[in-house]
């Protein structure tokens, strides 16, 4: 390593002098040659201070230059990986547009003609072009890479009988918060890909940064339930960084987003459910999927369940199955904390969930009166 730093200081002292003594033949041409200088070579005194400085400038300086460029283009680089694959393309899609643009406005009209100021114009075309190529595609980076996902592989045959396309699922701040998403996902029901916009990312970690400590607990948990989802998936959740500056609610936000991808939305918000509904986007609520896989009661059924509080009513008893099903209990009151068989009367969905109604089997009731 010390060798190959040798050897590029010395090329280094090479470039220097050659440029020390380009530079010096300009700024004062020899006049009466050096003597051992060869013949076909012009030194003079100035030319020959020219070659010594730039060889020391060069041998000095120009490798601890390169090392500075060369951090440069790696922080440039590092800053550059940040940024989504979607954007660097649409950026540079757009820069070529704005160059092209450019180009056709200055050779179209005589603008190098006008005197004093025709170079700066160009320059400032140019450079207006660039800008709003630039700004113009990430706008519409997402119907830019919608054209591309359009144009089919070049060699390959589509089968469009056998391809299948999944609506991508956006998902919102509540259902990651209440991390039965995760178990849904590995349950492998879901088909797709999980869109998690980075405006969500932003609200779960200025939760999860409140000084509120139920606050803060739910922001943490919204991520590490994110954490989760990503192991457990691999390449179906994409993080994405659309945003929608001109709008202020985050809601609203997923609302456009979803439209913009032709997406459903994923939530547990009952009010986001209805303003989304509204505005013509499909909504997948986890809730509504939990009541739809509790096990069926019918009535008439039989089952044992133990009586954990009073009702509202009067005699009533509260009891609960293992999926958090609350069953009212007629003349139950009487049997706090006890275990006792009962028979479904009838059963009422809301929009809260589901509730069973039911009254101690006749025999219990017999059994429980003869007791006391």
Request: glycine letters at 10%; aromatic letters at 8%.
């Amino acid at each position: 390593m010390k060798i190959l730093r040798k050897i590029f200081r010395f090329f280094c002292a090479l470039l220097g002098a050659g440029i020390g003594y380009q530079a010096a033949w300009i700024l004062a041409p020899p006049g009466e040659k050096v003597l051992w200088a060869p013949a076909d070579l012009e030194i003079g005194n100035v030319q020959l201070f020219g070659i010594f400085l730039g060889a020391l400038i060069g041998f000095t300086l120009f490798p601890l230059l390169t090392e500075q460029v060369f951090k440069g283009f790696m922080s440039l680089e590092k800053y550059l990986a940040r940024f989504p694959t979607q954007e660097i393309i649409a950026g540079s899609f757009g820069l070529i547009f704005g160059l092209l643009i450019g180009l056709l406005i200055v050779f179209s009209f005589p603008i190098d003609a006008i005197p004093g100021f025709g170079v700066f114009l160009r320059i400032f075309i140019n450079l207006l072009t660039v800008y709003l190529g630039v700004s113009l595609a990430l706008r519409k980076r997402e119907d830019i890479a919608a054209v591309f996902r359009r144009i089919p592989a070049v060699g390959t045959r589509r089968a469009p009988e056998r391809e299948e396309k999944f609506t991508p699922k956006i998902l919102d701040t509540s259902v990651i918060i209440d991390g039965r998403i995760a178990d849904v996902c590995r349950s492998g029901f879901l088909e797709g890909t999980l869109v998690i916009p980075e405006f969500i990312l932003e609200e779960l970690r200025h939760i999860a940064d409140s000084s509120d400590l139920l606050k803060r607990n739910r922001g943490r948990r919204g991520l590490d339930i994110l954490n989760q989802i990503q192991k457990d998936l691999d390449s179906g959740v994409e993080i994405i960084g659309t945003d929608f500056e001109e709008i202020n609610q985050v809601d609203s936000k997923l609302v456009r987003l979803a439209q913009n991808l032709n997406g459903k939305i994923m939530t547990n918000d009952y009010n986001l459910n209805k303003v989304a509904e509204l505005q013509g986007v499909e909504v997948l609520n986890v809730n509504e999927l939990a009541n739809a896989v509790k096990p069926v009661v019918l009535p008439g059924e039989e089952m044992r369940v133990k009586i954990v509080k009073e009702g509202k009513e009067q005699g009533q008893g509260v009891a609960y199955l293992d999926d958090g099903t609350m069953i009212v209990v007629d003349q139950g009151k009487n049997y706090l904390n006890e275990e006792l068989g009962v028979v479904v009367t009838s059963i009422l969905q809301t929009a809260a969930g589901r509730m069973i109604f039911a009254r101690l089997k006749n025999d219990e009731q017999k059994e429980r009166t003869g007791s006391q």
